[in-house]
């Protein structure tokens, strides 16, 4: 069963930079979508942004495309979440997340599409 260990939230100025880290349990000789998702007091839990581990693949969610960057590791079976110029509204936990996949899938940013979830870290951005 897959294993997901978030890292790396912290507190950053409006504009600022941090990259959030997601340790898999391995996944090299599988298919799978490794996605982010975001869930800020009294909201629901969106999608980031995924990919698709063997084709490499990206999907972004319109409200942070262009600020983030989703990459992976595979050396180290890591996903990461490169963000910039970060908002206020950004403030969210952060959650990894992944699901099983075939070579040609696509990787959904739906919630209901995701097996396996992480703990969570924390990301405040403040003003």
């Known amino acids: 069963q897959m294993q997901l260990v978030a890292s790396g939230g912290g507190s950053v100025q409006t504009g600022g930079s941090l990259r959030l880290s997601c340790e898999a349990s391995e996944y090299a000789n599988d298919y799978y979508c490794l996605a982010w998702f975001r869930q800020a007091p009294g909201k629901e839990r969106e999608g980031v942004a995924a990919l698709h581990t063997r084709r490499g693949r990206t999907f972004y969610a319109d409200s942070m495309k262009g600020r983030v960057t989703i990459a992976q590791d595979n050396a180290k079976n890591t996903l990461s979440l490169q963000m910039s110029s970060l908002k206020p509204e950004d403030s969210a936990m952060y959650f990894c997340?992944?699901?099983?996949?075939?070579?040609?899938?696509?990787?959904?940013?739906?919630?209901?599409?995701?097996?396996?979830w992480g703990q969570g870290t924390q990301v405040t951005v403040s003003s």
């Open positions: 997340a992944a699901r099983r996949s075939t070579y040609y899938g696509d990787c959904s940013l739906l919630l209901s599409d995701y097996h396996y």
